[in-house]
């Protein structure tokens, strides 16, 4: 059976989710080991950015899924391609800034998330070039 186009997205999608979940828990896990995993002048507060960085990259995903179960339409097909470029590229970028100073666990999560993210963004350019039915 050939997995098509909506599913192997949605798939994608979970599978970054997963690997962001993953990479929090990665810094956090470090705790166990004695280190201190405190940002510098840490003030007990969470700043809204990361608040921003959880939705963006936890709780939309979510939604990009909901959209592909709910509608087929050729702008949500355009505007997921877009938007899976955006995630692509921001996996990029973190990669980048990751090997200024790589980890043997941060590294390779970091190059899976770029990779699962090339495979979204080429199916996501796929079903969009495709059809519909």
């Not at 929090?24 to 007990?44: K, L």
């Not at 960085?53 to 709910?70: A, G, K, T």
Request: hydrophobic content about 50%; proline content about 4%.
């Amino acid at each position: 059976m050939r997995i098509q186009s909506p599913l192997k997205c949605i798939i994608y999608w979970l599978l970054l989710v997963i690997i962001m979940m993953l990479h929090f828990n990665y810094h956090v896990g470090e705790i166990f080991y004695g280190i201190d995993v405190a940002r510098e002048n840490a003030d007990g507060i969470v700043p809204v950015g990361t608040h921003v960085i959880r939705n963006i990259f936890y709780h939309l995903p979510v939604v990009w899924i909901i959209v592909l179960l709910s509608y087929q339409s050729n702008l949500v097909r355009v505007g997921l391609f877009i938007i899976s470029v955006v995630y692509w590229m921001s996996h990029l970028m973190h990669l980048v800034k990751d090997l200024a100073n790589p980890g043997f666990s941060q590294t390779p999560l970091l190059l899976l998330a770029l990779f699962i993210s090339t495979l979204l963004t080429l199916e996501h350019y796929k079903y969009w070039k495709t059809k519909s039915s």
